[in-house]
C-alpha cells in the first residue's frame, strides 16, 4: 500500500486495503475528517459535517459483512444533491436547514456500493453565479471554479477521495481544472438525476470528480448502477486536436500548453489531428443562454413567486430575467439547434476516438467570482457528449489547469481508456 496519509489515498487503493485488513473504515474516515478540520479554515468545502456520525457510520461499515466496490470509500456530495440525514439547502437561505426524506439516486447507489457519505459540500446560489464560502485550496485569493466548487476544492485538498457535482454550463469540468482533480461529465442522461435540484433539464448531468481515471471509471459504474469494469486498455488512439472559435480567448499560455501537449502525443504514437468544428457550433452560447434561461426560470418559479428578495441581484438579472424574457418559439428554436450541432459531432467521431480541447481559458483567475470563461464548457455541454478533465498542466503562476478529452456520445469507456492513455503520456 502507498507511504502516504490515508486520506491521500484514492479510492481504489482505499477499497483494496479495506479488502485486505490493512486498512479500516473508521481508519480512513478518521484522516479525512483529521484533513478537514486542519484545512476546513482556510479552504471553506463544507457546507455540512458531522464528523460524530460519520465515524458512527464507518464503525458500522467495519461491523457489516456486506462487501461493496467502494466499501469504506468517504465522498462529499454537492448541496444541491438530495440526501435524507443530512439538510440540502441549494446554495440559498431560502432552504435553510431544509431536509429531504430521501436521497438522491446518485446518493443512494453510492451507499448501496459501501461508499461513506462525509457532508454536503459547498455550492454557488441554485447552482449559478453567486459564489459560495469556498476558496481556491492552493491560492484564498482565487476562485475555486463553480458552481461545484466545494466538491473539487474538498477532493484536491486530500479532504475526500470522491465528491458528487453537477453541470449544467461548466460545473464540473472548470472546477476540476482549475483545481487540479480528475472532473467528469457523462454522456446527458446516462446517469439518473433523481433527487438532483434541476437547473436546465436539457443540460443537467451529475458530475464525478477524484484523484485518478481509475477512481472516476469505478465511481462512474457504482452511480450507473452497473457492475464495476476495470479501465480497458488502448493502443494509441486517434485524437482531434480541437481548436474551437474561441481559441484566440484563451490566455497565450493555455494555448501553448494545449498545441505542445498534441505535439507530445503525436510522438508517442498517437494519430493527431486538427479538428475544425463546423461553423454552426458558434451558435451554441446563445442557445445554452436562451435554453437554461428559459428552464431556469420555470424550475424555480415557487422561489421567485415568494421570496423574489432573497434572490441574488446577479441571479435576478441574470438567468432569470433571460428566462422570461426568452418566447417559446425561441426556446424551440435553439433546442433544434442543439440537436442539429449534436448529429455534426456524432458524424465527426467516425474518424476520431477522442477530441483534445482546452478545460479552461487559464489558471484560476484572482477573485471569488464561480463561472469565468463559459464559453470554454458550453459546446460539450450542448451536444451532451461525455469529457474527461485531465489534471496535467501548470500554468505561468503554478497553478493547475487541465485538458479536457470528448468521446462520442455513449462511449464513456472508450473516453476513460483514452484518457489513461494520454495521461500517462502527458505525465511521463
Partial sequence: MPMRALN???????VAAIAAGTATCEAVARACLDRIAAREPQVGAWQYLDPDAVLAQARALDRSSARGPLRGVPFGVKDIIDTCDMPTEYGTCI???????????CVALSRRAGALLLGKTVTTEFANVTPGKTCHPLDPTRTPGGSSSGSA?????????????????????????????????????????????EASGSLDTVGLLARSIEDIALYRDVVLGVQPEPVADMPP???????????????????????????????????V??????AEFEGLEEAH???????????????????WD???PAFRTGRVQDGFACTYDRYCGMRRRMEHCQRLLDALFAD????????????????????????????????????????????????PVGAQLIARRGEDRKLFAAARWVYRQLVA
Avoid at 432552504?95 to 439516486?105: E, L, S, Y
Wanted: net charge positive; aromatic share 10%.
Fill in 8 to 14: 491521500e489515498w484514492t479510492a481504489t487503493e482505499i
Fill in 95 to 105: 432552504h435553510k436547514g431544509h431536509r429531504p426524506h430521501k436521497d438522491a439516486a
Fill in 153 to 197: 476544492a474538498a477532493v484536491a485538498d486530500f479532504m475526500a477521495p470522491l465528491a458528487l457535482g453537477t453541470q449544467t454550463t461548466g460545473s464540473t469540468t472548470r472546477p476540476a481544472s482549475f483545481c487540479g482533480v480528475f472532473g467528469y461529465r457523462p454522456t446527458h442522461g446516462d446517469v439518473r438525476v433523481a433527487g438532483v435540484m
Fill in 237 to 271: 488512439p486517434r485524437i482531434g486536436f480541437c481548436r474551437p472559435y474561441f481559441w484566440q480567448r484563451l490566455e497565450p499560455a493555455t494555448q501553448k500548453l494545449l498545441a505542445e501537449a498534441a505535439q507530445r502525443l503525436a510522438r508517442a504514437g498517437a494519430p
Fill in 273 to 278: 489531428r486538427d479538428v475544425t468544428l463546423p
Fill in 289 to 307: 443562454r436562451w435554453v437554461s434561461g428559459f428552464e431556469m426560470a420555470r424550475n424555480l418559479a415557487w422561489e421567485i413567486d415568494h421570496h
Fill in 310 to 312: 432573497e434572490i441574488s
Fill in 352 to 399: 476520431y476516438d477522442v477530441l483534445l480541447a482546452p478545460a479552461a481559458a487559464g489558471e484560476a483567475p484572482v477573485g471569488l467570482h464561480p463561472v469565468p470563461h463559459p464559453w470554454v464548457y458550453m459546446i460539450w455541454t450542448t451536444t451532451h457528449v461525455p469529457s474527461l478533465t485531465l489534471p496535467v498542466f501548470k500554468g505561468p503562476a503554478g497553478l
